[in-house]
């Protein structure tokens, strides 16, 4: 994949955020001969490709984030794709994918088959199993349930950032590393303490012009299939008035490979669409709790919305509307995405990534590029974090020699 440049030897990096941009950038990097260590606050690699999967004797299995990588839309991207396939871990999901419109004074919906020449691929056998493929590298390390907060030591010479990185919890000393990638835009605002004391004031500026769109999401088990529901996808149409469904997608997640049980238990994933995501979080943000509270009100008010919603819709359109038994629901649960996608204004460029060289800093993720809030934005731009780094360690290797 990469040239191994001659400085990269003895080189330390640490990556924080083991989404889709943050795996493409260290497993480049490691291939490069770096050694990457890749911190992540969660319990699961993956980022909003991760896979949530429930702790009771079921161990139900949702892809609860992003729900598949459509077509390529750039030969960089499509090679990439055509090597994770071969390599196993992502597979073409051979679904049945629809349009619905929802209208709450109709009995059934109007339903349309999705555009033949759309593609899906899921990572096989989960989600996460893309980014944990790609972090699977002698040179990389990942730690877990670890939110890493960055200051920089630039006190010798005033050359370059030197980062020192330590833990939230515990105030743990994790190392102190030559570059450090950042995957995650929501790392710079107020809200979060990975980088409030790094001297990043461009980044963090660059940052706060970027708009969130938050998602809303069910997981719901049902003890046995939804008879009459001989759909996979379902896109549901935004009608733009107060008669459509609060729902934005819904999906059969054993439809998907690699996800079948043998104990007939049914999983879906349940997305909002966003206007009704963004109204209930406003609401609940006005109500004056603390994040946490709002956090967890949130998730419960999300299930709650959700599951009724769908449970009313699913009649409308099943093949047996008039005599659907729905089964019981064992497992529902609640989730929020409060920057689901990033909408980045005309002024932030084609740029695939952001840099700042003088404190050794890149960041990557999908808001950066062409193909914003794409499985694909994310991996171009995490390419391109580092071959930037790569770029600029192969320019310094060559002043020294000259």
């Given amino acids: 994949m990469t040239n191994l440049p001659k400085g990269t030897k003895g080189l330390n990096i640490a990556v924080l955020g083991t989404g889709i941009a943050g795996s493409t950038a260290s497993r480049y990097l490691a291939e490069a001969g770096i050694k ?86 899921v990572g096989y056998p989960a989600m996460h199993s893309i980014c944990r493929n790609l972090l699977h590298h002698q040179n990389i390390r990942v730690v877990l349930q670890t939110r890493a907060c960055a200051t920089c030591d630039n006190s010798v010479g005033g050359g370059p950032c030197s980062w020192n990185l330590i833990s939230q919890k515990g105030r743990k000393d994790l190392g102190t590393f030559d570059w450090l990638v950042g995957s995650d835009r929501l790392s710079a605002t107020n809200n979060r303490a990975d980088m409030r004391s790094a001297p990043l004031d461009a980044f963090k500026d660059y940052v706060s012009s970027i708009e969130s769109v938050p998602s809303l999401t069910l997981m719901v088990a049902f003890e046995s299939p939804l008879k009459g529901i001989n759909l996979d996808g379902i896109n549901f149409m935004d009608t733009n008035d107060d008669e459509g469904s609060i729902l934005g997608w819904a999906a059969r997640d054993t439809s998907k490979p690699g996800r079948a049980r043998q104990d007939g238990k049914e999983c879906w994933v349940v997305q909002s669409n966003p206007k ?127």
């Fill in 36 to 121: 990457v260590t890749v911190f992540e606050c969660g319990r699961g690699i993956g980022g909003r490709t991760s896979t949530r999967i429930t702790r009771d004797e079921h161990r139900l299995s949702f892809d609860h984030g992003a729900q598949y990588i459509g077509r390529p839309k750039t030969e960089e991207f499509r090679v990439a794709l055509e090597e994770w396939e071969t390599n196993g871990f992502i597979k073409k999901w051979n679904g049945k994918f629809v349009n619905v419109d929802i209208m709450t004074s109709s009995e059934n919906a109007l339903i349309s088959p999705e555009d033949p020449d759309k593609e899906h691929y």
């Fill in 276 to 402: 009704i995501a963004k109204k209930l979080i406003t609401k609940m943000n006005k109500k004056g709790n603390s994040f946490e509270s709002t956090r967890e009100n949130v998730k419960d008010k999300a299930k709650e919305m959700l599951l009724a919603e769908f449970l009313r819709v699913l009649p409308k359109i099943s093949d047996d509307s008039g005599t659907m038994k729905i089964p019981k629901v064992i497992s529902a649960v609640g989730h929020r995405w409060s920057a689901a996608f990033p909408i980045v204004s005309q002024q932030g460029g084609e740029d695939k990534c952001f840099t700042d060289f003088n404190n050794r800093f890149v960041a990557c993720g999908d808001y950066c590029g062409k193909y914003t809030g794409r499985i694909e934005g994310a991996f171009l731009s995490g390419k391109a974090a580092a071959d930037t780094i790569i770029s600029e360690i192969n320019t310094n290797d060559n002043e020294e020699i000259s």
